[in-house]
């Protein structure tokens, strides 16, 4: 070997050995490598922020703007009231996750199948309180089984079938891969479903403020309209989408005030809600019983402003223009451009209206105003603010605009009129432009330090092809190989390809080992299509680490998961996956 290629391969081998370590964040060890392999000269310094431009950069954070939008929107809480019921156990909730994700990838883009599933994966999480770090990595590894079923599923799948079309024959068409591909998936998924609990069970994910905060306690007002599918209907039916961490305190109906009502009370329409709970279930509610929290709907904002007015809170304090008074008497809105939406006090049960409670120093207020504004506001009433974290009572939820843009996005991928970084850039953006979520919740759900990490490692895994040395390991594999039936030979390729995808992006493994794997097929005399697909499911089947798919890198930080978590369930999934697929593609694909 060459010095740079000694030189490249010295590098990846001492990131790997440092992201295993895991003393630094992994973020940081890619920048390193970077910062290492300029001063090596093995990733020239003209391409050293290649990465940032990548697709596959794009992608992700599309992917996890698009995923925001949709737990945002209500979408995820509709589905979950239709399967929840049946969905008691860990393991049937992993199960239906990991089914349908494979099914979702088959169609579109896994990295976009796994991103619009997520929200799903968190709720059930957040509702049973448990660490999503339970279903995150069976959900990213069925994304990647999913992918080999069809040809649109995978980037490497794709890239095989205009490698055999270079190679003079046809391409693949999209349904060549499924026989061959289905049986993997359909066995990896059972095995995910079973063997989550290979997982270490103390991976707690990305802790939010909202779980630091923990605000258990706001009490708000609605007014349910005449419109309302609710009108008729029970209060224990309005409290369903709150998995009963709400109370209804009291009705108020043509001026008098019903306390504590029973489950069985009707509604009506103008009915005034008193509810108390925590911020999140009390969102559900009203979003789904389509209440209108009051005062709401009284201007807070700018003229032309995107934003929808921003919701926050704050802490009343001795000296407070709040403290001893309440918000009908200072005049809130008229005089501050500031909604009372919810009131916090501990220890305390309020019955009264919102408008009418007298504050105290230590109560915590929910309060609307305008994205720029409300920082001054909040001064000027001596409130100390609290972290912001997200809340969005009383702000709108567009499922259908929404569900639109998402069903739009899947059904041009799965046609390939667009290539997938534009049409997730695209909806991304259309989200944003008809605020189905806002410009600070966007920013807020794109996950930096996994879009920096996938940036700094593009050049880094790609000295390995520019210095040659990918060359060197193909020639070796070569020579191993000449010895081997038939079955052994595609074995070793679907082998090499898994084993090379983790230093290559799988894309850049299809590139280089495709061609490899159709000439060592020449070599031996044999048909190439079953070495072609060997190369295809080994470069979409990593399971062992978090940088050789950005579908694994996706739920890095979110599940908590640390390096060498990966192998804890990848190696034996891969076992299973190289055990099948080799009869299967012996089988569908003939050597003579």
């Known amino acids: 070997m060459t010095l740079p290629q000694i030189l490249s391969c010295s590098l990846v081998v001492a990131m790997m050995a440092a992201f295993v370590w895991g003393k630094f964040r992994y973020d940081v060890i890619a920048l390193l490598a970077l910062l290492a392999g300029v001063a090596l000269g093995v990733v020239p310094a003209k391409d050293a922020f290649k990465g940032f431009s990548d697709d596959i950069?794009?992608?992700?954070?599309?992917?996890?703007?698009?995923?925001?939008?949709?737990?945002?929107?209500?979408?995820?809480?509709?589905?979950?009231?239709?399967?929840?019921?049946?969905?008691?156990?860990?393991?049937?909730?992993?199960?239906?996750?990991?089914?349908?994700?494979?099914?979702?990838?088959?169609?579109?883009?896994?990295?976009?199948?796994?991103?619009m599933m997520l929200p799903i994966a968190y709720q059930l999480a957040r509702k049973d309180g448990k660490s999503p770090s339970v279903f995150l990595m069976p959900m990213a590894f069925a994304s990647l089984l999913g992918g080999i079923v069809t040809l649109v599923g995978t980037s490497p799948n794709v890239i095989v079938a205009r490698v055999r079309q270079e190679l003079g024959g046809e391409p693949f068409a999209m349904f060549d891969f499924t026989p061959v591909g289905i049986g993997i998936a359909l066995a990896g998924c059972a095995f995910l479903s079973v063997a989550y609990r290979l997982l270490p069970k103390d991976r707690q994910g990305s802790r939010s403020l909202d779980q630091a905060l923990d605000i258990k306690d706001y009490v708000t007002e609605a007014r349910l309209p005449e419109k309302a599918s609710l009108v008729g209907q029970t209060i224990a039916d309005l409290r369903k989408p709150g998995d009963g961490e709400v109370e209804v305190v009291a009705i108020l109906r043509d001026g008098e005030r019903r306390r504590a009502p029973l489950p069985d009370a009707s509604l009506r329409a103008g009915d005034i809600l008193l509810l108390r709970g925590e911020p999140k279930a009390l969102e559900r509610v009203v979003a789904a019983s389509e209440l209108e929290l009051?005062?709401?709907?009284?201007?807070?904002?700018?003229?032309?402003?995107?934003?929808?007015?921003?919701?926050?809170e704050a802490i009343i304090t001795?000296?407070?223009?709040?403290?001893?008074?309440?918000?009908?008497?200072?005049?809130?809105?008229?005089?501050?451009?500031?909604?009372?939406?919810?009131?916090?006090?501990?220890?305390?049960r309020f019955t009264e209206r919102l408008r009418d409670i007298r504050l105290r120093a230590g109560d915590v207020v929910l309060l609307q105003g305008d994205e720029d504004l409300l920082p001054e506001r909040l001064r000027e009433l001596g409130l100390l603010p609290l972290a912001a974290r997200s809340l969005q009572l009383g702000s709108t939820r567009r499922r259908l605009v929404t569900g639109t843009i998402v069903a739009t996005t899947v059904f041009v991928v799965a046609l390939g009129l667009l290539p997938v970084?534009?049409?997730?850039?695209?909806?991304?953006?259309?989200?944003?432009?008809?605020?189905?979520?806002?410009?600070?919740?966007?920013?807020?759900?794109?996950?930096?330090?996994?879009?920096?990490?996938?940036?700094?490692?593009?050049?880094?895994?790609?000295?390995?092809?520019?210095?040659?040395?990918t060359d060197v390991f193909a020639g070796l594999l070569a020579q191993l190989g000449a010895g081997l039936p038939g079955w052994g030979a595609v074995g070793l390729m679907l082998v090499a390809a898994m084993a090379v995808?983790?230093?290559?992006?799988?894309?850049?493994?299809?590139?280089?080992?495709?061609?490899?794997?159709?000439?060592?097929?020449?070599?031996?005399?044999?048909?190439?299509?079953?070495?072609?697909?060997?190369?295809?499911?080994?470069a979409a089947c990593d399971f062992l680490t978090p940088i050789g798919h950005q579908c694994n890198t996706l739920v890095m930080g979110p599940g908590g998961y640390r390096f060498g978590d990966y192998a804890r369930l990848g190696a034996p999934l891969s076992l299973l996956v190289i055990l099948l697929a080799v009869p299967l593609i012996l089988f569908v694909w003939p050597l003579r």
């Open 57 to 115: 950069v794009i992608i992700v954070a599309s992917a996890l703007i698009v995923s925001a939008a949709v737990a945002r929107s209500g979408l995820v809480e509709t589905a979950l009231a239709r399967i929840s019921p049946s969905l008691r156990s860990t393991q049937a909730q992993v199960a239906v996750l990991v089914f349908v994700v494979a099914a979702m990838s088959a169609i579109i883009k896994n990295i976009g199948a796994l991103a």
């Open 421 to 469: 970084a534009i049409a997730f850039f695209a909806a991304a953006v259309l989200l944003l432009v008809t605020r189905a979520l806002t410009l600070r919740d966007a920013y807020d759900s794109v996950e930096a330090p996994i879009l920096v990490m996938l940036a700094a490692l593009i050049p880094v895994s790609d000295s390995l092809r520019v210095t040659g040395a």
């Open 318 to 348: 001795q000296g407070s223009l709040l403290e001893g008074v309440s918000a009908a008497e200072i005049d809130l809105h008229a005089r501050f451009h500031i909604n009372l939406l919810g009131i916090s006090r501990a220890g305390e």
């Open 501 to 538: 995808t983790p230093f290559l992006n799988n894309a850049a493994t299809v590139l280089v080992m495709a061609p490899i794997g159709a000439g060592f097929a020449k070599t031996l005399g044999y048909n190439p299509d079953a070495f072609l697909m060997a190369v295809a499911i080994g």
């Open 294 to 312: 009051v005062g709401q709907h009284r201007s807070t904002q700018k003229e032309g402003s995107l934003d929808p007015a921003r919701t926050g």
